[in-house]
């Protein structure tokens, strides 16, 4: 009897620790999670980061100087690219070249000129250094992630404190503790004068800036500012300027902003002018409204795991997230707000590539409960939906809606491997993310203006580029799968492969689903029907999914591109039963068989969801911790390569790309919370090793915030607020469950290990272990 009470005593203090640490959870980052040297990084791509997603800093050390190297996220050389847009720009033209075996030109024409041409590109903006003494030695350089703020200490006592504002074009910096004079200095970059001979210049290590040809900017300095002007091309401007003063003895203060000035584009206030406002503030008046951002952002969800690795490499992500997706300020590009500042071109010019990098970046906005960061990206796309429209006509000759692979900040095409960088469904992906807005907020505004419109141009477009072939399937003229085959011949496949099939195949079901949501039914049968029209995907005799039919999945590549019907769109999913389970398995299996020889990092980040979906928490767990400690620089930049040069792959490389990070966010997301498959599951991939877990408010699809807690290897607790009137579904983790609390939402026993959730707007539920 002493026996049963004691279990059961145990029982009720884990349920109560469960409930507490639901409303306790919602803390700020803790210090442990906290970026922290004991000295400057000497390169920039190891640097302290701060961002705003208009604006960015790092802070490290050059040639004994500290150096705050600045960007802005519309800083573009916005050339139109040499050559690409000739008479034979055509998806025609280019199945015609494929027909005839004669490749040469296409690649020529259109693959060449991105290494080849220095712009259009993201350009950096320029740099502040401070002279310091040569023997001052650094105590302590960290990024305090609950404020945003960097803080380096020096054995004198010297200290700086500095953020980039998270809504503001501004940056702050304060030291304090100084004893002599301590000014800034601009540093511009070399836009103008003699190339710097070297080695290999392509996309990935980038070309010099001196190729951009500009006439090197001037530098005007005053007492207590600086303020340099660059003209680009075409008659864009960027100002950077600088001001500072010393409200106390040892103290000095100082702000800096970056201005862009299109021709074309609505006057935006100059850099010196933003300065000149900024600094009748004082630091600490400013900072209360940053940390307020921030504050309020770190508290739409947390998670806590028992792998401080895995649990830092978390909140990291949530930070540069934070840092570098705002409404109002452009998407996140390959490298966001910190672009290279060594010299040259960034790696892959700094675009956008829509054929995995934005996506990837966006994937732990929504179950992160980060919609308004998300919204950043759609924005982007709407407001350039006339130019791809304009692109559809010029280089499909059809009416509908495509999307370049690879674009500048305003949405035109740049050319590059073409297979991809024009693919033809790339505007699929896209409305991936339109179909994901809609399902994790059920607004109905968006739904109506924005998700279904972009729809019903996809399925529009993809309706007229297919045909029918002579066994009655519809299918692309030619396919390809990113990035099978590089940009060769062989590149293309005569049948629509797997990853082009899949994107075809979510648009015209997940169209299906918006048009009767939005009660047009005549609509929703047509797409039905055009959907019946296209084939299954290609397997091998084992249940594998191929590259194409002609293709087996048979060599390493960092692209599953072939998986995106498993994930990210969920078509094959492991709720489906026995079949699509075998064929998940074994998929996967054969991708871990063949191995990682030539992966990147984001492919272990993307690894990570696939396995959680398969429900495969040791797996997941796994591939993130290789992410994190093989591919990721001392900053949790990833680096693309293995760091570590311990054969996780054959890249060893270290070109900065953001995508693997935030793809990291996602899977472990994934492992804590899956709602894709019409319910909710908690915990659904966590591995055995791991008794003890917490998550607060992540999202799940149908508007409800959830959150979760984990003892002794059992789920003890479960919340959820519903944020829309409705029903949902969620998949018991309790062998017997009662209601702790409930205010909107009754509980209904459903099928057998399900539980239905009828919701009222705000409502909330807390469910128990028994």
Known sequence: MKDIKRCFLFQILSVCAGLLCMTTARAQPAAKHNLHFDKLAKVWDEALPLGNGTIGALIW????????????????????MAGLHREEFSYKWVREQVRKKDYKPVQQYFDAPYDREPAPSKIPAGALEFSLPADLRVKKADVDLASATAVVEWANGMVLKTFVHATRPVGWFRFEGVAGDLAPEMIAPRYSGKVTPGGEVNSVVGDDLARLGYKQGTITRESGSITYRQEGWGGFQYEVSVRWKQPAKGVIEGVWSVSSHYPKAAELPAAADVTATALKSSYASVRESHIAW????????????????????????????????????????????????????????????????????????YSGNHLEEALGYLDHLDENKANYLRYTRQYFGVEGLAVPGVTTLDGTEMGGWIQYSLSPTVSGWLAHHYYLQWRYSLDKVFLKDRAFPWFKQVCQFFENITFKNDQGERQLPISSSPEIRDNKLEAWFPQTTNYDLALIRF???????????????????????????????????????????????????????????I??????????????????????????????????????????????????????????????????????????????KSGLSKFTYRPFTLEGNFAFASGLQEMMLQSYAGFVEVMPALPDSWKDADFTDLRAEGAVLVSASRRGGKVVSVKLTAEKDGEIVLKSPFAGHRIANARGIDVVNGEKGFLKLKCKAGGTVTLAAK
């Open 61 to 80: 050390e050059r040639e004994g100087k500290l150096r705050l190297s600045l960007d802005r996220a519309d800083i573009w050389d916005m050339r139109p």
């Open 567 to 644: 994930h990210p769109l969920g078509l094959i999913k492991w709720e489906d039963g026995p079949e699509a389970q075998k064929t998940i398995r074994n998929t996967i299996a054969l991708l871990d068989r063949v191995g990682p020889d030539l992966w990147c990092g984001y492919s272990y980040s993307w690894l990570a969801n696939l396995k959680a979906r398969a429900k495969d928490g040791e797996g997941a767990r796994k591939a993130l911790d290789i992410f994190a400690r093989a591919f990721c620089l001392p900053n949790s930049f990833h680096a693309n390569g293995d760091q570590t």
């Open 294 to 365: 921030w504050t309020t952002f770190w508290n739409k969800s947390t998670i806590r795991v028992p792998d401080p690795l895995l649990e830092k490499q978390w909140y990291l992500e949530q930070y540069k997230f934070g840092s570098a997706a705002r409404r109002g300020a452009p998407p996140i590009s390959l490298q966001a707000v910190w672009t290279a500042d060594n010299g040259r071109i960034p790696p892959w010019k700094g675009d956008y590539h829509h054929d995995l990098n934005t996506q990837l970046s966006y994937w732990p906005a």
């Open 507 to 565: 648009a015209f079901q997940a169209g299906t689903e918006l048009a009767r949501e939005m009660g047009d039914e005549a609509q929703a049968k047509h797409w039905q029907a055009v959907l019946s029209e296209f084939p299954g995907y290609a397997h091998s005799g084992q249940s594998e999914l191929m590259f194409a039919r002609t293709l087996p999945y048979n060599e390493s590549h960092r692209h599953f591109s072939h998986l995106m019907a």
